[in-house]
């Protein structure tokens, strides 16, 4: 008589919504097994009954051969008795929990897959080149959803009754679209429309009005995933020109939509990551080297060696792009500095005066939502902005959380962070909390994420700036434990949970008692002494942090004029130096930096030696803002970070000089930036070329950063460095400091998960307020 057996399962992660019990079911019944599989609170719950060798065969292969949504995190079994059960069935879903506890996790938005197009591009089929096909494999997901469980009647799809055949293929287990959420057809789904700048209808077919618009040089405002976007040939200098004249974006560069792979490689270097990035199911902008002699107008990205690369991520973008046959510019819907439009009546509101026309339809988006950007370092994604494909799917964290933590983030770039058990729930990207609309964003994204998760937030994690529109907005959650986290002790943090750390033999949460070397550059935050800190060496681990160094501080002359004039920076530092003129040559009237800013100079100078508006920074995105405004790079920013931007640019990547910059012999050491300044100055009166001062300044930094680590690693045995900061997105420095750390026999933790820069903040902070939370206190760790 044949053995038979049966195991229970439990399988957690993102399960719900992704095609996993039809899977399930499918590989049960290959293989000739009993039993059933359905979904419940914690995921899908399943029960295998049969030969052994089959049911292990079905373990083997459940993870193995997920559907391509499915992110499986743990799996366990359990031994049942046999039951006589030979056919296998999906079971009705399993009740709420009793507490009312829910745990299910919601899968991002996902590209179009191969399935689906097949079908878009073939006349026999029923959905033949209709904007909104998609299956359980593919198609909105978080951007439609109103709330838990995931169900078409808590989705924005709600309003759109399936006809028959639809109805069909829902109900259906061995068809591809079997509890497929948005399914939809053109008899009984979402429509296109294509309105003027007024928004009165056109009465033309819509796609094929929106591409000729395109071709004539017009902008036009597409409806999208996650908001609207900005339209427009990219090869036409006109249209790319008024785009910018309109939506007043001096010139921060243009995302560009390729057609496809081969499309892409037309217009940049792209190799094997490159193109897996571009390819992958959440189909981000990849920010890639340009090939000469691109079909994009210089306009798209004024200045700038590389370009930002997507390629269609919904049936209407595939088609778009067929249509136009070639390169578009695609760009946030918004007037710079503003939210992204993504309700119907905002949209023809806010952008009425852009766009020309308005490329639209009727399926709700429930949550603004924008693009996400990334790049590649040493064949692994760097993102740059975490949003649309990648939230609001969790990150792993070791050691977890003991209560619902909150983490509001930081100004700039904000995303929030809801957290519980294992995951912490990193948001979309909010953008700058400088204006009402944002913060409007900000405080319902919250609302919405905590309906999602089922998070109470008991501790609110938040930055010790006071002047934070997160932290007020933290300090006034009287309900829960504070606690304050400083904004460079996050940026580490969240670097070593990106990287897992503490996920080791020692188990969880082991990475709390094993301190690593922080090297944080950014901009600017706030300190522990009250200063603005930036240029930092920490020893870190989650719960504390000590200041091993920084870069010396200088003034910041005006203080928030002095980030968007670099040139004040360039002052400051110039004026610092001990008696400019005469030291090694250098004759301070011979700077064109001075000259061009001559009126304002010696007003700028005095500020800075008074210290009047004018607070200490030992931020190393001033340093290389100072750098910048003294080779001519930018003397005045049109947008975050652009004179570093673009000194990166400028600077000879086959130049291997190194300026040189002193550290004292202080137990917590400075850093002489000023000397890099100096250096720089004197090749420069001297004519050497603004392209390898550039690169040698660069070079500079990098072995600034070598030499502190190998400093703290003389005093405290670490061989483990964190990079994190704004600053790291700059890969000519983030190369050299890699290589140079790496010969040097350091392990380096580099992001992959989340930003660098300040849209990682809340992952940091909520694993710090964790770490503290398990300590028994919120009490900041860190000195001054």
Sequence with gaps: MTQVIRTALRVEGIVQGVGFRPFVYSLATGLGLGGLVGNDVDGVFAEIEGPPAAVGEFLRRLEREAPPLARIERVTTSVMPPAGTASFTIAPSGPNAPDGRRGTLIAADTATCSDCLRELSDPADRRYRYP????????????????????????????????????????????????????????????????????????????????????????????????????????????????????????????????????????????????????????????????????????????????????????????????????????SGNVSDEPIAYRDEDALARLSGIADAFLTHDRAIHIRTDDSVTRVFRGRPLPVRRSRGYVPEPVAVPGGFPRHVLACGAELKNTFCLAKERHAFVSHHIGDLENVETLRSFTEGIEHFRRLFDVDPRVVAYDLHPEYLSTKYALDLAEAELVGVQHHHAHVASCLADNGWGAGPGGPGAGESAPVIGVAFDGTGYGTDGTLWGGEFLIADYAGFERAGHLAPVALPGGQAAIRQPWRMAAAYLDGLDGLDGVDGLDAGALDVMRRNSAQWPAIVAMARKGVNAPLTSSAGRLFDAVAALLGVRDAINYEGQAAIELEQLADPAERGAYHAAIDAREAFQVRGADLVRAAAGDLTAGVPPAVIAARFHNGVAAVVEAACLRIRERRALTTVALSGGVFQNMLLLNQVVARLESRGFTVLTHSRVPCNDGGISLGQAVIAAARDRLGSGAPAGDS
């Excluded at 995302?255 to 189909?283: F, G, K």
């Design 132 to 331: 909104f096909i998609n299956c359980t494999n593919c198609g909105p997901r978080f951007t439609i959803v109103r709330d838990v469980p995931y169900d078409r009647p808590l989705t924005t799809m709600a309003g759109f009754a399936m006809c028959e055949p639809c109805a069909a293929e829902y109900h259906d287990p061995a068809d591809r679209r079997y509890h497929a959420q948005p399914v939809c057809c053109p008899a009984c789904g979402p429509r296109l429309a294509l309105l003027g700048a007024a928004g009165e209808p056109q009465g033309c077919d819509p796609l094929e009005g929106a591409a000729e618009l395109l071709r004539d040089g017009r902008i036009v405002a597409v409806k999208g995933l996650g908001g609207y976007h900005l339209a427009a040939d990219a090869a036409h200098d006109d249209a790319v020109a008024a785009l910018r004249a309109r939506k007043h974006r001096e010139d921060k560069p243009f995302a560009v939509l390729a057609a496809d792979l081969a499309a892409a490689r037309a217009l940049c270097e792209v190799d094997d990551a490159a193109a897996a990035l571009l390819t992958s199911r959440a189909r981000p902008i990849v920010l890639l080297p340009r090939l000469p002699g691109a079909a994009v107008v210089p306009a798209a990205a004024p200045g700038n060696r590389h370009l930002g690369i997507m390629l269609p991520y919904t049936p209407l973008h595939h088609l778009l792009a067929g249509a136009t046959a070639g390169p578009i510019v695609l760009t």
